[in-house]
């Protein structure tokens, strides 16, 4: 079996994004990349750290200090540390045409850098985030999960205000969610029965409706539901105790109702090694965990792990998908 060819998107410009890749073009991997960016960015990256890097045509392999790239230009090279949102569309162009690439079968995954979601939206395109803009482009339903060597967090809902979640959590999109994430663990992270926890969405999962009613008519019916077709799922637990070590030694994954119920915990128990995943894409997609660093991108201080085990982590999945 052929080692997997992964796109790898950089990101904004004018982050750490450029600078990590050519990190990672440092290393031998078990996998290709191929990468989708400014060639301009690179080669400023690399001489800004002192590194060798030879740009390749998209269809060589990588090596160290070797990279294959796809030419997405900018409109103009930014400065380290200041976006330019006139860059905004070959960012996009550069997540779209990587993408693309998955979808056709030309590449094998997708490993993401850091975006300025602001920058983006002033340069007039209106951008919520790459987990919603590759759902867009696939036509498919997608679950967000971030996860590190601790625990593996997914999102029932993701970029929203907070009181705009209990509205958002509805019994349908909460079964399709979850349906998702066991099929992911299943096929991508080869675990045969997966246990998910599934927390609450109010204090102490609301004490049995007098804190709340989404468990009561909501979250514990579609649980139920779906232990009649046989996932083991266990919950609606209270956040607040989930996540203790000997809890979360019996589950594969939790299932938060929203961003900072979660996710919090995440990065606090392992921030640099943590990846930032889209479920229920037809290929895998990682992302780093961590934004564009712009006070100290160009400085060669940004810490390449998240990187690192985004390309791991993207490999070992592409690989799964290919015995499955």
Not at 117 to 127: E, F, L, Q, R, S
Not at 284 to 304: E, M
């Amino acid at each position: 079996m052929t080692r997997p060819r992964l796109a790898l998107v950089p990101g904004e410009p004018a982050g750490v994004g450029p600078e990590l890749c050519v990190r990672a073009a440092q290393r031998a991997w078990n996998t290709d990349l191929v990468a989708y960016a400014d060639p301009r960015s690179l080669r400023r990256a690399a001489e800004t750290l002192g590194l060798p890097l030879q740009i390749a045509p998209p269809e060589a392999a990588s090596a160290p200090g070797v990279l294959p790239v796809v030419e997405i230009s900018g409109e103009t090279s930014a400065a380290f540390g200041h976006p330019d949102p006139r860059n905004a569309a070959s960012v996009i162009a550069s997540l779209h045409q990587a993408a693309s690439a998955c979808l056709r079968g030309e590449c094998d995954g997708l490993v993401t850098g850091p975006v300025n979601k602001a920058v983006i939206n002033a340069g007039g395109i209106a951008y919520t985030g790459t987990t919603e803009l590759l759902a867009t482009q696939a036509r498919c339903e997608v679950v967000m999960m971030l996860a590190n060597d601790v625990v593996r967090v997914a999102l029932a809902t993701t970029h929203l205000p907070l009181r705009a979640v209990a509205d958002a959590i509805d019994a349908d999109g909460l079964w399709r969610t979850l349906r998702i994430v066991h099929g992911a663990l299943r096929v991508e992270f080869g675990i045969e029965a997966p246990v998910i926890a599934v927390l609450g969405l109010n204090p102490h999962a609301g004490e049995e409706g007098h804190l709340g009613r989404e468990e009561v008519d909501v979250i514990s019916p579609t649980l139920d539901r779906l232990r009649a077709e046989g996932m083991r799922l266990v919950g609606p637990l209270p956040a607040d105790t989930a996540f203790l070590p000997e809890k979360l030694r019996g589950f594969d994954a939790v299932l938060a109702m929203y961003h900072d119920q979660g996710l919090p915990v995440l990065k606090y128990s392992g921030f640099e090694r943590a990846v930032n995943l889209t479920l229920g894409l037809p290929y895998p997609r990682v992302a780093v965990d961590h934004g564009t660093a712009l006070d100290i991108a160009g400085s060669g201080t940004a810490n390449p792990s998240s990187l690192f085990a985004a390309i791991e982590t993207c490999a070992r999945l592409a690989m799964r998908r290919r015995r499955a």
